[in-house]
């Protein structure tokens, strides 16, 4: 089912502000805690400095009438630089790959484009934009 979430970046302290708002809003997570490490290698990619391995790469948690709160931890050295007003995301989740790639192509028009639409390790067809008003948006799709 299609649905909308809101994603934050932190800078290196999303567990703990997840932590703390799971305790606020007495919900559990949703599904595993992904971390940087989970990564698999890829070719001309970079190694991950220990430093980062630990840190959250993605985790949800349900707050209020089915809105579900996403976030990532954002490391500078996977070129990352976190503040505020580029520390929210507006997800899309759409029924399908067509309709996840329209909206891509009509946000993204007269913006940036992050991230092209491709098929992820997660197995999601992901992209990220910034539209013409300078709002980021996040495309997952899971539907095949």
Known sequence: MARVSTYLNFKNNTEAAFSF???VFKTEFEGEISRFSDIPAQEGMPPLPESDRNLIMHISLP???GHMLMGTDAPESMGFKVNHG???YINL???SR???SRLFKALSEDGVVEMELQDTFWGAYYGSCRDKFGMQWMFNCTAQ
């Open 21 to 23: 708002y799971k305790q």
């Open 63 to 65: 707050i209020i009438g």
């Open 86 to 88: 580029n520390n929210v």
């Open 93 to 95: 989740e759409p029924d």
């Open 98 to 100: 067509e309709e996840t």
